[in-house]
């Protein structure tokens, strides 16, 4: 059959994505040390687990109401209103993937713009893409600072919306108050919506204020989740807060999208949200400062001041090579063009055991 008449063309220039391709490779390999995907080295902790045990048992498996349960809405939205982030309502999704797959959905009309900082998360581009829209790169190399210049650029008539992640993956980069101003008075100026990925907000280290792009901008959408805090990434949580007109017209398309969200996962997350995890980024903490000090004499490299990835510039400026090279030592990174227009860095995730993240170090300063 002819591929151009069996596929439509939303799928055409949809790749798969170069995460998972690295994380099919290290399934295949014994032993491998895995410093590749985004996923909390621990498990949900226990009483979260039993919580949703006990909702299965006492028959907690039906279809829930689309948006979510009434009492994590409200639960959500009581928290963010303590973190002064504008917002009305809240909107419970099947992580914070189906949260902008939604967001998407009821904002973005085809041949509309999404403007995004580079490095970013891979997911955004090919979404925005499916929809019809365009993505619009703005650099902030060397720093993965966002500078009001770049961000201007960036901008034209078709923008409908900024995309900004913070904590940020691939590059751990927390965005400054003066950073999120700007994207909020150029925002604001220019009439456009901001979308804020906080999916690793609980991961910020070195008593950094914590500074919320909600707080700051009338017309942005907050996405964040359990997956990462909690580490409940197979159960797809997640949620978006906003206008409540906006929320509204998600939860329709949710009916017709995902119907509604896992029933357990979410009885589990309203216990979620008053367990401390705190040890937990304590100990990130000190990963990244284990990491961070293993690779700074040998490679160029940012510190991360957030999430659990770090982003440094190899040697010889191509990081795809250098990726082939780290596999035939069964070190497992991903290189820095699948977040990126550029291909001199990797993406190091330290979410694993210090066992691992030695045996990694090791092999790292050896190639370099």
Same mark, same amino acid.
């Given at each position: ?11 055409? %220039? ?10 099919? !490779?290290?399934?295949?390999?014994? %032993? =491998? ?36 349960? =009434? ?22 999704? &099947?992580?914070?993937?189906?949260? +902008? ?5 009821? !904002? +973005?009309? &085809? ?5 995004? /900082? ?23 190399? $060397? ?7 770049? +961000? ?15 904590? %940020?993956? =691939? ?21 456009? @919506? ?10 910020? *280290?070195?008593?950094? #204020? ?6 700051? *901008? ?11 805090? @909690?580490?409940?990434?197979? @159960?797809?949580?997640? *949620?978006?807060?906003? $206008? ?26 309203? +216990? ?6 705190? /040890?937990?980024?304590? #100990? ?7 990491? *961070? ?10 510190? /991360? ?18 990726? #082939? ?9 991903? /290189? ?33």
């Amino acid at each position: 059959m002819d591929e151009r008449s069996l596929f439509s063309n939303k799928v055409r %220039n949809i790749r798969p994505s170069g995460v998972r391709r690295i994380f099919d !490779l290290a399934s295949m390999v014994e %032993n =491998p040390i895995n410093l590749s995907i985004g996923e909390p080295h621990f498990d949900i902790p226990l009483p979260l687990k039993e919580e949703a045990i006990k909702s299965i048992k006492k028959g907690f498996n039906k279809y829930t109401p689309s948006g979510g349960i =009434p009492e994590l809405r409200q639960k959500i939205l009581d928290l963010l209103k303590k973190r002064e982030i504008m917002c009305d309502d809240v909107i419970v999704t &099947p992580g914070v993937t189906g949260g +902008l797959l939604l967001a998407f959905m009821v !904002l +973005l009309n &085809p041949g509309e713009e999404v403007v995004i /900082p580079d490095p970013y998360f891979v997911l955004y581009e090919y979404q925005v893409h499916l929809l019809g829209g365009k993505t619009v790169f703005f650099d902030t190399y $060397p720093d993965f600072k966002i500078r009001e210049d770049a +961000l201007r650029k960036a901008i034209s008539k078709k923008t409908k919306i900024v995309l900004i992640n913070s904590p %940020n993956n =691939p590059t751990g980069r927390v965005y400054s108050k003066e950073e999120l101003l700007i994207v909020a008075n150029v925002s604001r100026e220019k009439g456009i @919506w901001v979308f804020s990925d906080d999916i690793y907000d609980a991961f910020v *280290y070195d008593e950094r #204020e914590r500074v919320y792009m909600g707080a700051l *901008y009338e017309k942005t959408l907050t996405f964040g989740g359990f997956s990462k805090t @909690w580490g409940m990434t197979g @159960w797809r949580l997640g *949620y978006v807060a906003g $206008p409540k007109e906006l929320i509204n017209c998600m939860v329709t398309m949710q009916q017709y999208v995902f119907s509604s969200v896992n029933s357990v996962a979410q009885r589990a997350a309203l +216990l979620a949200l008053d367990y401390d995890m705190s /040890p937990v980024i304590s #100990e990130y903490k000190r990963k990244r400062d284990l990491i *961070y000090e293993g690779l700074k004499d040998k490679y160029k490299v940012v510190k /991360p001041e957030g999430a659990y990835y770090i982003f440094p510039e190899v040697p010889q400026g191509d990081g795809d090579a250098f990726v #082939e090279r780290a596999l035939k030592e069964k070190l497992f990174v991903i /290189p820095g063009s699948v977040f990126s227009r550029r291909k001199n860095h990797i993406r190091i995730s330290f979410a694993q055991e210090d066992e691992v993240l030695h045996k990694g170090i090791e092999i790292l300063r050896r190639l370099a």
